[in-house]
């Protein structure tokens, strides 16, 4: 482990993959807002959540093997690693359906739930950060005293 890694810990490498994700999928529901009307646009939408679900070790053991000597350990890098390339490339297109002229169909009031609620997450996502970010200088301001 880096010396980085070492000062932050895994839980901010994991939280840095999900903001880079998350900024990802707003870039396509906005795409996809700002081209409602342009022929042959096909829709698209990142569903990293589904992916990245997939690629974490689940408590039966049968996906990722992970080393860890506690369940509420954060996942091992590597698999960190895997599941945010595994998500970055899953680009959905036609995400619902097309019409009888080949076009595809988009549904502004899901697109915009779905904008809103990938900002909710991004700034959630954000403030988990600082906090990891406050603990850090807590340690160094109050802890040498």
Do not use: C, W
């Amino acid at each position: 482990m880096d010396v980085l890694g070492k000062l932050f810990g895994r839980s901010v490498d994991l939280i840095g993959k999900t903001l880079d994700l998350r900024l990802k999928k707003h870039s396509h529901i906005a795409s996809n807002l700002a081209n409602i009307d342009t022929p042959n646009y096909d829709v698209k939408d990142l569903q990293f959540q589904k992916i990245l679900q997939k690629s974490l070790p689940d408590p039966s053991g049968n996906q990722l093997r992970m080393v860890s000597t506690n369940v509420r350990h954060m996942p091992v890098k590597k698999d960190v690693e895997r599941a945010y390339q595994r998500a970055q490339k899953n680009v959905v297109y036609g995400v619902y359906g097309r019409d009888e002229t080949g076009r595809d169909i988009m549904d502004i009031d899901r697109e915009i739930t779905k904008l809103v609620k990938n900002h909710l997450l991004y700034n959630t996502t954000v403030q988990m950060l600082a906090k990891k970010f406050e603990v850090i200088k807590y340690a160094i301001t109050e802890g040498g005293r």
